[in-house]
């Protein structure tokens, strides 16, 4: 039973950056209700409302994974791994992107999967097989057809996007070979409750995944987790390995009973810890307001760094609109001169003038503090500001 514990109110298609500012209406379906609710037997967070995959993934989609270093230095160091510890003879990733990942292996070993046109235009400009498709059971037979069965199986930030898990997993189960593994990469729900990031929740975002609901819904595929490995990635990420239940010859290594106890502790298998969670989004929401509206009181100006999809959800849920923030800043093509979804607020092309020591800077993109703070020292250092709600509303 899926029980609800969030509402965060009416939210437009996150990543959707339209060209000039128009309120968008409920009875228009511009503005979807988002609520969040808990599985009772699967654990499994779940958008309670979800949205067609065709509203969300068009060839549209400004989201490239190739433009942030950090995601960049994480594929090549897991490439580096897979190719090690598998060495796959054929790979094949569900949710390729620009290509970030296969870049980093042999072409004729790889094929990838991509619904968005514009980004599967890239790889395959490249040379690589990639289906403009989304990941279903007639894609995975056409691909077995083709292919014979896969080694090695990866889907990063995709999976949690695909409102049908049993087609998903079905799919999988197709055309991974019999000791073939699954990797699989995606925000991690302890992370999201202990940093109270209500953020990783949009419409495309149907699930936060745990080691919990993982482990239950691959049961029913016959399918195992033998290994949990915990990344920074998007916030705070698990990246988990699967296998065939038959498969006796990988191991099961205790990342796994030390992850699912890790989250039995925080009380992730209880509804009440998730209500509590839902207090904590509340308070967050006042107390980021607060101080906005304090450094508004005070003249400043603040402008927003990085217009990434969780800010979308923070400021739809905080009506936050141009009145306090003056601009996002953003260094994506696709979303440089369009508008916040939902908002009446621009997102200009970052430029390290507009930084001055007396404009604070609202942390959009949260995930990536490390590489920009790096990247700001010098405004830090003449004493510039950082606003952020993670993993507290606070001034930096
Ligand atoms: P992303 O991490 O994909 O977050 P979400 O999934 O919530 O959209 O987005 C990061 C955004 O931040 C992306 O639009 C690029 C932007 N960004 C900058 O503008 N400058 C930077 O230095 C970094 C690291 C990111």
């Known amino acids: 039973m899926n029980k609800k514990f969030l509402d965060l109110g009416y939210q437009p298609l996150a990543n959707r950056y339209l060209k000039s500012y128009k309120k968008l209406s409920v009875k228009k379906n511009e503005l979807y209700k988002l609520t969040v609710g808990f599985n009772t037997k699967t654990k499994l967070v779940s958008l309670i409302k979800r949205i067609p ?3 969300m993934f068009d060839s549209s989609y400004p989201y490239k994974s190739s433009m942030s270093k950090t995601m960049v230095n994480s594929f090549k160091k897991l490439s580096i791994k897979i190719k090690k510890k598998f060495n796959p003879k054929r790979f094949l990733e569900i949710g390729s992107n620009d290509g970030a990942l296969i870049k980093n292996f042999d072409k004729n070993k790889v094929v990838s ?7 599967a235009k890239i790889t395959k400009k490249k040379g690589y097989q990639t289906y403009d498709n989304y ?3 007639s894609l995975a037979k056409k691909i077995k057809k083709k292919f014979n069965s896969v080694d090695v199986i990866y889907s990063a930030n995709t999976l949690t996007h695909i409102n049908d898990l049993d087609d998903v997993f079905k799919s999988i189960n197709h055309v991974l070979a019999k000791n073939g593994v699954l990797i699989i990469e995606d925000p991690s729900f302890l992370e999201c409750i202990k940093k109270t990031s209500y953020d990783q929740f949009y419409n495309e975002h149907i699930y936060v995944f745990s080691a919990l609901a993982v482990k239950n819904i691959i049961k029913k595929y016959k399918l195992e987790l033998f290994n949990i490995e915990t990344l920074n990635t998007h916030g705070g990420s698990l990246r988990y390995y699967i296998k065939r239940t038959k498969n006796t010859i990988i191991r ?3 990342s796994v009973n030390r992850q699912l106890s890790k989250e039995i502790k925080f009380g992730l298998n209880n509804f009440a810890t998730y209500k509590q969670f839902s207090k904590q989004v509340l308070l967050s929401k006042e107390k980021l307001l607060n101080i906005l509206k304090k450094i508004k009181d005070n003249n400043n100006k603040i402008i927003g760094y990085g217009a990434t999809a969780k800010a979308s959800t923070v400021l739809n849920y905080c009506n936050i609109d141009s009145d306090i923030i003056d601009y996002f ?5 696709d979303k440089i001169n369009r508008y916040m979804p939902g908002k009446n607020i621009k997102i200009l092309p970052y430029n390290k003038k507009l930084m001055n020591k007396d404009t604070f800077i609202f942390l959009g993109a949260w995930n990536f503090k490390k590489e920009i703070f790096k990247k700001e020292r010098a405004f830090i250092r003449k004493g510039g500001k950082f606003i952020t709600h993670i993993p507290k509303p606070k001034i930096i």
């Open 53 to 55: 995959d065709k509203k």
């Open 113 to 119: 999967v991509e619904p968005c046109s514009n980004l």
């Open 135 to 137: 990941w279903n059971l």
């Open 252 to 254: 099961v290594n205790s």
């Open 329 to 333: 800043v953003d260094t994506t093509p």
